[in-house]
């Protein structure tokens, strides 16, 4: 099984061209399922929508952080959410609130069930020097999941591999597919992440994009 994680950095400039080029990247890696992050939707634009579409995938979206965005020269009422593409059947989804501060709020959680396996999408905050909420997002959404369901978690966690929110999910038995050949995803830091529980680790295939337009996407 192959998993791809990419924050699509919503509808930044510029947008069309970085769409064809995401959407062609993805291709590439082969994915069996996609965690999309900023995933924007808004004057008939549909970031996950096209990339599923060149991939052949399902979609299971979870719009959120709905407002107006400036796009080429106009203003779109537009949302900027999360979505799974999956090869296969997304057989059941549950949007999860997660704890947030009133300078980020609707931070959520996208919980999907494919087959016997639990896929959960997230972006935890983004702010500055906040391992604390970080770390609370992560425990609310642990003390929602089912304990022995093979499990992979995947995204933006705008936290490093030493932050508490990370070690949280080291703590509740989720190995680091990438600890053995990290990378870098914003700059010179690691801040994306794929884990799993109960699945076997050995032979696991990982394909992690940046979470910047400088990855190949601008």
Same mark, same amino acid.
């Given at each position: 099984?192959?998993?791809?994680?990419?924050?699509?950095?919503?509808?930044?400039?510029?947008?069309?061209?970085?769409?064809?080029?995401?959407?062609?990247?993805?291709?590439?890696?082969?994915?069996?399922?996609?965690?999309?992050?900023?995933?924007?939707?808004?004057?008939?634009?549909?970031?996950?929508?096209?990339?599923?579409?060149?991939?052949?995938?399902?979609?299971?979206?979870? @719009?959120? #952080?709905?407002?107006?965005? &400036?796009?080429? $020269? !106009? *203003?779109?009422?537009?949302?900027?959410? +999360?979505?799974? /593409?999956?090869?296969?059947?997304?057989?059941?989804?549950?949007?999860?609130?997660?704890?947030?501060?009133?300078?980020? @709020?609707? #931070?959520?959680?996208?919980? &999907?069930?494919? $087959? !016997? *396996?639990?896929?959960?999408?997230?972006? +935890?905050?983004? /702010?500055?020097?906040?391992?604390?909420?970080?770390?609370?997002?992560?425990?609310?959404?642990?003390?929602?999941?089912?304990?022995?369901?093979?499990?992979?978690?995947?995204?933006?966690?705008?936290?490093?591999?030493?932050?508490?929110?990370?070690?949280? /999910?080291?703590?509740?038995?989720?190995?680091?597919?990438?600890?053995?050949?990290?990378?870098?995803?914003?700059?010179?830091?690691?801040?994306?992440?794929?884990?799993?529980?109960?699945?076997?680790?050995?032979?696991?295939?990982?394909?992690?994009?940046?979470?910047?337009?400088?990855?190949?996407?601008?």
């Amino acid at each position: 099984m192959r998993v791809l994680t990419w924050n699509t950095w919503k509808n930044s400039p510029p947008y069309q061209d970085r769409l064809s080029t995401m959407a062609e990247l993805a291709a590439e890696a082969d994915p069996d399922i996609v965690l999309l992050q900023e995933a924007f939707v808004g004057g008939g634009f549909d970031t996950a929508g096209h990339i599923a579409a060149r991939l052949g995938l399902q979609v299971a979206a979870a @719009p959120a #952080r709905r407002k107006e965005r &400036a796009h080429d $020269g !106009a *203003m779109l009422d537009s949302t900027n959410g +999360l979505a799974i /593409l999956s090869r296969r059947p997304v057989d059941a989804q549950r949007i999860l609130a997660l704890p947030t501060h009133p300078d980020d @709020p609707e #931070r959520i959680a996208q919980i &999907a069930r494919i $087959g !016997a *396996m639990t896929v959960v999408n997230l972006h +935890l905050t983004h /702010l500055d020097g906040a391992h604390a909420l970080r770390r609370g997002q992560i425990l609310h959404l642990l003390d929602r999941l089912t304990v022995d369901a093979a499990t992979v978690i995947g995204g933006d966690l705008n936290a490093e591999p030493n932050d508490p929110a990370v070690q949280v /999910l080291r703590d509740a038995g989720f190995s680091d597919l990438a600890e053995a050949t990290p990378f870098t995803t914003a700059g010179t830091r690691r801040i994306d992440f794929l884990l799993c529980r109960g699945l076997p680790v050995e032979g696991a295939s990982v394909t992690a994009v940046g979470d910047t337009p400088g990855a190949g996407v601008k």
